[in-house]
């Protein structure tokens, strides 16, 4: 590296939860919509905790329950987030990367935002959000979020 660089330092960070983050029906069970999304530049806020997020303008392709267009920009947010030199990952859960398209599991927040679950709540499909790869974890996501009080049934 070069001697301008400047080192961040990564701090995972244990989240309290009702159930394991890597438990995908659990997850899927808990979130209020599923969406698949193209993800914008995220800005991560500090909050009163230790502990900031980052939120992303994102542009909704399809949703399960439709808590948003299809084409509407909303705000997705995500826990971590970098404020100064110092990266806060939860889980160890990598934050979105701007203009790649994901498929999320997420709770809407009071304020409106989509809010994505820890662990297994989101993947990178690596496509338009209409290919093979967005279209088989949509559904497989849909299948597993149906069981009990399921997707969009929480409150």
Known sequence: GSANQTSVRTSIVEADRLFE???EAATLRFA???MVARVGEGRSFQTDER????EYPATVIRTRVGSA???QVVRVRQQGGQIGNELFLIEGEP???PNRVYVLAVVQAPDGAFVTQPG???????DDGTGPQANAAFDRWTRL????KGIGTRR
């Open 95 to 97: 934050l979105l990367t």
């Open 21 to 23: 983050p890597i438990d």
């Open 120 to 126: 297994v709540g989101s993947r990178d499909v690596g």
């Open 32 to 34: 209020d919509d599923i």
């Open 69 to 71: 267009a299809n084409g």
């Open 51 to 54: 502990v900031p997020y980052t």
């Open 145 to 148: 979020g149906q069981p009990g």
